[in-house]
T-cell receptor, first 115, second 117 residues
Framework: DTGVSQDPRHKITKRGQNVTFRCDPI?????LYWYRQTLGQGPEFLTY????????KSRLLSDRFSAERPKGSFSTLEIQRTEQGDSAMYLC?????????????FGDGTRLSIL | AQTVTQSQPEMSVQEAETVTLSCTYD???????LFWYKQPPSRQMILVIR??????QNATENRFSVNFQKAAKSFSLKISDSQLGDAAMYFC??????????????FGTGTRLQVTL
């Protein structure tokens, strides 16, 4: 169990640029989640996948955001035309769904800073 | 929609003492799960303890235990024999037991725990 891996750890970009983050879940986990965490707040749900299917998207996920999980393995989260308000920590988590109490395992996150 | 409230932004405890972190939640569901996660500074979030709503017995994991009051919708975390390594941000989280809906976690705003010598 190598844990959930996220890349990059930090991303600094200018407003208006596009950014893409990657998440590699724990290998046998079929569910993958994206959350956003701003300073002093708890994580907020963005979207989740079961295998390759994106099953739910939060209202927080504007049309500038898109997430994919091809082949049900790693996932990418892309933000187009970044805005100052996109500055946050983006967390990925994965779980093995089957029993409802299965915990979500989190990665270290990608910290996005918009200049 | 479910909400999770943590009314203590910061707490402090002396090493070896006991501290209780509060959490309340609002839901109309009867089947759900509750979690406490710990997030050390600049480190990943890790699960501390979990509780199934259908279980009356309070969950315990070593020095960590919960006081789950379903009728009051309260889910507090007790840390016994506090250690310096317990210093972190603690988040209470809720998850619906309805497998037909999202398995997302709804988090509170967190409680920052300081452990002093």
């Amino acid at each position: 169990d190598t844990g959930v891996s996220q890349d990059p750890r930090h991303k600094i970009t200018k407003r208006g640029q596009n950014v893409t983050f990657r998440c590699d879940p724990i290998s046998e986990h079929n569910r993958l989640y994206w959350y956003r965490q701003t300073l002093g707040q708890g994580p907020e749900f963005l979207t989740y996948f079961q295998n390759e299917a994106q099953l739910e998207k939060s209202r927080l996920l504007s049309d500038r955001f898109s997430a994919e999980r091809p082949k049900g393995s790693f996932s990418t989260l892309e933000i187009q035309r970044t805005e100052q308000g996109d500055s946050a920590m983006y967390l990925c988590a994965s779980s093995l769904e089957g029993m409802g109490n299965q915990p979500q395992h989190f990665g270290d996150g990608t910290r996005l800073s918009i200049l | 929609a479910q909400t999770v409230t943590q009314s203590q932004p910061e707490m402090s405890v002396q090493e070896a003492e006991t501290v209780t972190l509060s959490c309340t939640y609002d839901t109309s569901e009867s089947d759900y799960y509750l979690f406490w996660y710990k997030q050390p500074p600049s480190r990943q979030m890790i699960l501390v303890i979990r509780q199934e709503a259908y279980k009356q017995q309070n969950a315990t994991e070593n020095r960590f235990s919960v006081n789950f009051q379903k009728a009051a919708k309260s889910f507090s975390l007790k840390i016994s024999d506090s250690q310096l390594g317990d210093a972190a941000m603690y988040f209470c989280a809720y998850r619906s037991g309805n497998t037909g809906t999202a398995s997302k976690l709804t988090f509170g705003t967190g409680t920052r725990l300081q452990v002093t010598l």
